[in-house]
T-cell receptor, first 114, second 113 residues
Framework: AQSVAQPEDQVNVAEGNPLTVKCTYSVSGNPYLFWYVQYPNRGLQFLLKYITGDNLVKGSYGFEAEFNKSQTSFHLKKPSALVSDSALYFC????????????FGKGTRLHILP | DTEVTQTPKHLVMGMTNKKSLKCEQHMGHRAMYWYKQKAKKPPELMFV???????INESVPSRFSPECPNSSLLNLHLHALQPEDSALYLC????????????FGEGSWLTVV
């Protein structure tokens, strides 16, 4: 079965510093990978996705993610963090098992310190 | 425009009440979803409709009853809920089921008393 893991419950980064939120996956076949962000008391917002092509994917709000097939990772990155980036981030993967659906990781809370 | 609209934003209901959550999208998407989310947890898939037919039911209790009246609308009928059903209910849609990007609404906060 397909799965996705976010090894960190929380990441703290000083404002202006680069940030990384980690995600690893386990899929059979080619992965479809997604990142979503959830601000407090809001729904999930789509940030970016990887299906095929360039391993570096650029998304909304200055975020990007690097697909690494050998390490089965899809880490989310941003060169310079903003306090407003503080939110809950979910990595997700397509599961083409019995039912074709998206599976979410447990989420990583990102705190940007002023 | 990637907008999914959910109403109501907040709902408080008793355990004997019947209520409904509503969802609407005008993006021409043919897959629509209901998710349940508890605080600080990932969303849990409940139901998927594909081309207005129920495609996935994740063994959801029958006190939750989905309905897809047309390709733009999705309802979730609630009856005899339990306090543990209190959560954020998220509606979402995508161009099709599977690897397409899923777009979420802002959610309906449900409290069962």
């Amino acid at each position: 079965a397909q799965s996705v893991a976010q090894p960190e419950d929380q990441v703290n980064v000083a404002e202006g510093n680069p940030l990384t939120v980690k995600c690893t996956y386990s899929v059979s076949g080619n992965p479809y990978l997604f990142w979503y962000v959830q601000y407090p008391n809001r729904g999930l917002q789509f940030l970016l996705k990887y299906i095929t092509g360039d391993n570096l994917v650029k998304g909304s709000y200055g975020f990007e993610a690097e697909f690494n097939k050998s390490q089965t990772s899809f880490h989310l990155k941003k060169p310079s963090a903003l306090v407003s980036d503080s939110a809950l981030y979910f990595c997700a993967v397509r599961d083409i098992g019995k039912d074709d659906k998206i599976i979410f990781g447990k989420g990583t809370r990102l705190h940007i310190l002023p | 425009d990637t907008e999914v609209t959910q109403t109501p934003k907040h709902l408080v209901m008793g355990m004997t009440n019947k209520k409904s959550l509503k969802c609407e999208q005008h993006m021409g998407h043919r897959a629509m979803y209901w998710y349940k989310q508890k605080a600080k947890k990932p969303p849990e898939l409940m139901f998927v409709y594909s081309y207005e037919k129920l495609s996935i039911n994740e063994s959801v209790p029958s006190r939750f009853s989905p309905e897809c009246p047309n390709s733009s609308l999705l309802n979730l009928h609630l009856h005899a809920l339990q306090p543990e059903d209190s959560a954020l209910y998220l509606c979402a849609s995508s161009r099709g089921q599977g690897g397409n990007t899923i777009y979420f609404g802002e959610g309906s906060w449900l409290t069962v008393v």
